[in-house]
């Protein structure tokens, strides 16, 4: 067997020691998935945030089986944060017949991935009774289409390979009857502070960020989408010496120094929703505020905030111990530090929110993640679905009164966000002086009225 320091890189993220083990991480190893090359197909060991997108474009292939320890975490991520995005590509790589992955662990680590996953992983857009494309949403449980439960006690079989549960840390893999992996050889994480050493390390480079006390500023911070190269979209906010982050992306200390900001400055945190590619980050922030021995100041609504206890609390027995919630609907956020909030509920799988923020005379909108076609928000008042002041939220003239808006924008066909010909029909309804910039799109923008949001942008 090889050892981890044999292993060498092959692509962004993407380490092989040449012998058919494959690590998915840092450079150091200090938080690692792996992909074991096997006569039955790719068996996964755990994950990363942002594993999909690192390891599809080289390998162009999706794990037969995936082995889950315990979820462990360091300031660098967590071991479950990164199982979403391949299940919604085995869901929908061949819609009529769906790739089921087989999970393997122990019952009870399977009743915590599972938890999580049938969260994000639930409902369907259909035609309402008026014959309206996509105006209904109705429960569907994607995850089980695609999730196979394979609870292990000491020893199983796959095909011609062969599952060693020696413990909930140790795994060890044979393939026809060859020893492949042992997990004792290949560590997922490394909790002995050498994650937190790194962190430290890194951010001595950081700058600190000098805001302009009376401006209200934006920064895109990342504005693509969790299936493809790119930082996930996520913002900064800043005005009279505040510096908030909207759902910080994995790695976030990292992408802050490419930014001008060291992540120790961020005071608050807002989570619109929990689909992976906006929580990415959400672990290993909260682990260097555990390390700190602060809290993390969260920002969102209570139904989120549920959310997040379910995914996370594996992680760190109860997220409320470490969090000081505020919800983003309460009183305080007419007036937060000089600012104003508002927000709405989207349209969107999940419990998804949309901004607008207002400071000295200047407003800026954020849709938040959103299927917005006026067919379809016309649809919804005259079923009943909405009611006449959520209509009022949804339609484009929310943003009326803001000088800049970014909106959810896809180029792809993604059947849960908008197209970009609706944002192009959503701006007839604003001011010809606003600023439309498109983001979450994977994909270059070409419009002459929809701007293209890019990675460290200041608005």
């Known amino acids: 067997m090889e050892v981890i320091d044999s292993f060498k890189k092959v692509a962004e993220g993407v380490y092989s020691t040449g012998n058919g083990v494959h690590r998915i991480g840092d450079e150091q190893g200090y938080l690692s998935a792996y992909l074991i090359e096997t006569s039955i197909g790719l068996v996964q060991i755990n994950t990363v945030p942002e594993l999909f997108k690192t390891y599809f474009p080289v390998f162009k292939k999706l794990p037969v089986a995936i082995f889950a320890s ?60 008026l014959g309206t494309e996509r105006s209904r949403f109705v429960a569907k449980r994607w995850v089980d289409d695609v999730f196979e439960w394979v609870p292990i006690q000491q020893e199983m079989t796959v095909g011609t390979v062969k599952f060693q549960y020696v413990n909930d840390n140790h795994l060890v893999v044979y393939d026809r009857k060859k020893l492949v992996f042992d997990s004792e050889l290949f560590p997922n994480i490394i909790l002995n502070g050498k994650a937190s050493s790194f962190v430290d390390e890194k951010l001595k480079s950081a700058r600190l ?3 302009r006390q009376d401006e209200l500023e934006l920064i895109v911070a990342g504005a693509s989408i969790g299936t493809r190269p790119g930082v996930t979209s996520n913002f900064l906010l800043s005005w009279n010496n505040r510096l908030v982050w909207i759902d910080p ?19 608050d945190f807002i989570i619109s929703h929990v689909h992976e590619d906006h929580i990415e980050g959400f672990s290993s922030i909260l682990k260097r505020k555990i390390n700190q021995n602060k809290k993390l100041n969260l920002i969102s609504v209570p139904e989120v905030f549920d959310q997040l206890k379910t995914i996370f609390n594996p992680n760190f027995g109860s997220i409320s111990e470490y969090v000081d919630f505020k ?32 400071f000295n005379g200047k407003k800026v909108g954020i849709s938040g993640d959103i299927l917005y076609k006026k067919s379809i928000l016309d649809s919804r008042l005259k079923t009943g679905d909405v009611s006449k002041s959520d209509y009022e939220k949804l339609h484009p003239t ?8 970014l909106h959810d924008t896809t180029v792809s066909g993604d059947p849960v966000h908008t197209t970009l010909s609706d944002v192009e029909e959503l701006a007839t309804h604003l001011p010809e002086s606003t600023l439309i910039y498109g983001y979450h799109a994977g994909a270059p923008i070409e419009s002459n009225i929809v701007r293209q949001a890019k990675f460290g942008d200041h608005l």
Request: hydrophobic share 35%; charged share 20%; proline share 5%.
């Open 398 to 405: 929310w943003f009326s009164d803001c000088q800049v808006v």
């Open 249 to 267: 992306p994995a790695r976030a200390f990292e992408k802050g120094i490419q930014l001008g900001i060291h992540l120790d400055q961020v005071q």
């Open 70 to 129: 315990s979820p462990r975490t360091n300031e660098l991520g967590d071991s479950y944060t990164g199982f979403e995005f391949e299940l919604w590509v085995s869901r929908f790589m061949d819609f009529m017949n769906p790739n089921r992955i087989k999970f393997i662990s122990s019952e009870e680590n399977l009743k915590k991935i599972y938890a999580r996953l049938e969260i994000p992983m639930n409902g369907n857009y259909v035609n309402d009774e």
């Open 209 to 211: 960020f000098t805001g």
């Open 327 to 358: 919800s983003i609907t309460s009183p305080e956020f007419k007036n937060y530090h000089g600012a104003a909030f508002e927000t709405r509920i989207n349209y969107h799988p999940v419990h998804t929110l949309g901004f607008k923020v207002s």
